[in-house]
């Protein structure tokens, strides 16, 4: 480790920053590559000839891997630290995104984008656990908004230069360019020493019980008609736009992009506004207006009004996620805040990971619309369900 002595001095150190924010400017980091492959779905249909229920499983499959580490990853930051745990999610995202740049066939492909899974919830595991610890009430929900803002920022960015680099270069170097900052971040984080999600002041005897209390599990299970919801529209939009409406790719990744740069502002909004009229609350109005802009996405006379409508969709799935973050702080116990979080993170990897596929069956029974009304119905059915939270 004398090598990385110089990684102590002042000048690089981070140890003078507040834990909290190493964990917003890490979000940024751990999402520019979240929806880039989602964006590139009809480019990987053409490049390695693939069919929608081939790609649905390239670029989702991979999160059956990280909902296993999901599951495993909450326990061990519980144990160890949240530091060793997001310093390895830092080094899988770059070494995914060197593997999809060099990606030869379909198997280095997936290979890479496997990387890339595993680091989302190594990262939010560690990160959101970091920071629940370090706040709560209002401050709380505040922070998760910007926090979720950050992350937006940083899959619109990634989302933004898409289109650009499409037009004027070669695909791969979306995932090219983010790699040098990625590993700088990861080795500075090395050298702090007040990140911490470890509970060392009381032993805790772990009991399932005290985590899958009854309230927990039915918002669990709210969550997942919603995250099914959301995974179908935004991982088969930019096809629907390309395939249906005859867009170009790089149109179609440019609305998609539109989609997280105002998610910025819709999570600091969201952050605020859950500390005001509760999170409970707040999720059930998000989750209407989003059911609502879905079912009407289809019977869009122009572009522009649905690409509007997309964009608001996208809007209130940003928001959704600083009241899911706090809610899940406030129904689990501290000493199992990892665990939580955990599950709370594998509940959407696993919906992430089994609905592409299945949707993609649908689209090729029927066509590519059918992921809006299947998408309102499981919206309004998590609307319901949330009443039993």
Do not use: C
Request: avoid cysteine; hydrophobic fraction near 55%.
């Amino acid at each position: 480790m004398e090598g990385l002595g110089i990684l102590h001095k002042p000048e690089i150190s981070l140890n003078t920053v507040n834990p909290v924010w190493l964990m917003n400017i890490s979000h940024m980091l751990i999402e520019v590559y979240l929806f880039i492959h989602v964006s590139l779905l009809p480019v990987f249909i053409k490049n390695f000839s693939l069919s929608i229920f081939e790609v649905s499983l390239v670029v989702t499959g991979p999160r059956v891997f990280s909902l296993l580490v999901s599951l495993v990853s909450g326990a061990l930051i519980d144990k160890v630290g949240a530091k060793p745990i997001l310093v390895l999610g830092m080094f899988s995202q770059a070494l995914g995104g060197a593997l999809v740049a060099i990606s030869w066939n379909v198997l280095s492909l997936f290979l890479g984008i496997t990387f890339i899974n595993i680091a989302s919830p190594l990262y939010h595991n560690s990160g959101l656990s970091t920071i629940s610890r370090f706040l709560d009430g209002k401050k709380l929900n505040g922070m998760m908004g910007i926090h979720n803002a950050l992350g937006s920022l940083g899959s619109a960015t990634g989302l933004f230069l898409l289109p650009i680099i499409l037009v004027y270069g070669d695909w791969r170097l979306a995932y090219l360019v983010w790699i040098p900052p990625i590993l700088i971040w990861a080795i500075l984080l090395i050298g702090t020493k007040h990140i911490d999600s470890r509970i060392s002041r009381k032993k805790t005897v772990f009991s399932i019980k005290l985590v899958f209390r009854k309230n927990f599990v039915n918002y669990l299970i709210a969550l997942s008609f919603s995250f099914a919801a959301s995974t179908a529209i935004t991982t088969y939009i930019t096809s629907y736009l390309v395939f249906e409406k005859n867009l170009s790719e790089a149109i179609s990744s440019l609305i998609f992009a539109l989609g997280p740069i105002l998610g910025i502002f819709a999570s600091l909004f969201s952050g605020k506004l859950a500390g005001t009229v509760g999170e409970k609350r707040l999720l059930t109005i998000i989750m209407f207006f989003s059911a609502l802009s879905i079912i009407l996405i289809p019977f869009s006379s122009s572009t522009v009004l649905l690409a509007s409508l997309y964009v608001m969709f996208a809007f209130l799935n940003s928001a959704i996620w600083p009241p899911v973050s706090a809610m899940t702080a406030k129904l689990t116990p501290e000493s199992f805040r990892g665990v939580g979080y955990s599950l709370t993170t594998s509940t959407y990897q696993l919906i992430f990971a089994v609905t592409p596929p299945i949707i993609a069956k649908l689209i090729e029974i029927y066509s590519l619309e059918i992921i809006f009304p299947i998408s309102f119905i499981l919206t309004i059915s998590s609307v319901f369900l949330l009443k039993l939270v």
